[in-house]
């Protein structure tokens, strides 16, 4: 079974930068053939889609709300999923969330419900 850790979540001004890692513990030997994805909750929100790559990182999609501010890149070697986040709001606040997807096969959907083996968060508040 693989455990996922988030780190490097911090408070910062709204238009700073963070950089949060996923790294993967455990069972890693698959990780570098499933989809990774980022996803986020804010308070009374339900959880949202923030970011995903496939398994090689040559295909990246993102949310409306980050595309243009936030990179999503992995390191299979280092079994690590990273999400840059540039030009932060005031709106990402939230607890962020890396998980990988629940099948090998990526579908095309970036929903919750698809993606299993979520770490435990790492907060991230961005003051205006």
């Known amino acids: 079974q693989v455990q996922l850790v988030e780190s490097g979540g911090g408070l910062v001004q709204a238009g700073g930068s963070l950089r949060l890692s996923c790294a993967a513990n455990g069972r890693t030997d698959a990780f570098s053939i499933y989809t990774m994805g980022w996803f986020r909750q804010a308070p009374g929100k339900e959880r949202e889609f923030v970011a995903g790559i496939n398994w090689n990182g040559g295909s990246t999609y993102y949310a409306d709300s980050v595309k243009g501010r936030f990179t999503i890149s992995r390191d299979n070697p280092k079994t690590t999923v990273y999400l840059q986040m540039n030009s932060l709001k005031p709106e990402d606040t939230a607890v962020y969330y890396c998980?990988?997807?629940?099948?090998?096969?990526?579908?095309?959907?970036?929903?919750?419900?698809?993606?299993?083996?979520w770490g435990q968060g790492t907060q991230v508040t961005i003051s205006s």
């Open positions: 998980a990988r997807y629940s099948k090998i096969y990526n579908s095309g959907s970036y929903q919750a419900r698809d993606f299993a083996s």
